[in-house]
């Protein structure tokens, strides 16, 4: 009993001067610094590649810079089934390198990721047939989203496209079209349209 008693105190004594000694070294490490939210938003957007000698900018992709195709031209679209796909003149932001001028039909993901797309469309006022706008994945042809409607008055008609979150890979991208079954040429008015690209992460 008295040996057992003996690895008890022991036992107890170890214990207690362990936590001293971590109660100790805690005490003697410094206080973490606090870091400036400037200091935040400066890594936020750059990443040093400190390979050898060389050090290189690496861009954060964020919703912040989710790009915005526009035109500054309308559209005359013809009637029948065909799907027009639009050609964009531009990006309100180029951070991500998503449009190019030599495929501007395409918003392009600039990393694999979820997303989501929003398309505007608008065509002229006519009552006669239906209007479609849709949102469709250039790499497969899958449509992610449409909207189709008859027209039903003579005034203009307006139509807002959301996909659901959807996977892009990078260098995948999307596209915008549109149709009407008027009977004749119907102009798709630009200052109402535009296709948006946002990264969810």
């Given at each position: 009993?008295?040996?057992?008693?003996?690895?008890?105190?022991?036992?107890?004594?170890?214990?207690?001067?362990?936590?001293?000694?971590?109660?100790g070294d805690l005490k003697k490490r410094p206080t973490p610094t606090r870091i400036s939210e400037t200091t935040v938003a400066a890594?936020?957007?750059?990443?040093?590649?400190?390979?050898?000698?060389?050090?290189?900018?690496?861009?954060?992709?964020?919703?912040?810079?989710?790009?915005?195709?526009?035109?500054?031209?309308?559209w005359t679209i013809a009637t029948g089934g065909t799907i027009t796909y639009l050609d964009w003149d531009g990006v309100d932001d180029a951070t991500w390198g998503?449009?190019?001028?030599?495929?501007?039909?395409?918003?392009?993901?600039?990393?694999?990721?979820?997303?989501?797309?929003?398309?505007?469309?608008?065509?002229?006022?006519?009552?006669?047939?239906?209007?479609?706008?849709?949102?469709?994945?250039?790499?497969?042809?899958?449509?992610?989203?449409?909207?189709q409607m008859a027209a039903t008055t003579t005034a203009s008609w307006r139509a807002n496209v959301s996909t659901p979150v959807f996977t892009l890979n990078v260098g995948d991208?999307?596209?915008?079209?549109?149709n009407q079954t008027s009977g004749g040429n119907l102009v798709a008015q630009s200052a109402f349209m535009n296709l948006s690209l946002i990264l969810l992460g």
């Open positions: 009993m008295s040996s057992n008693l003996f690895r008890s105190k022991r036992s107890f004594t170890q214990r207690y001067y362990s936590t001293e000694r971590d109660v890594l936020s957007t750059s990443v040093l590649d400190t390979v050898g000698t060389q050090y290189q900018a690496i861009p954060a992709y964020s919703q912040a810079n989710s790009p915005t195709a526009y035109s500054n031209t309308d998503s449009w190019s001028a030599g495929a501007n039909t395409l918003l392009t993901a600039p990393i694999t990721g979820r997303y989501i797309a929003i398309f505007s469309a608008y065509f002229t006022g006519n009552s006669t047939g239906n209007r479609l706008a849709t949102i469709v994945r250039e790499s497969d042809g899958s449509t992610l989203s449409s909207v991208s999307v596209k915008a079209g549109v």
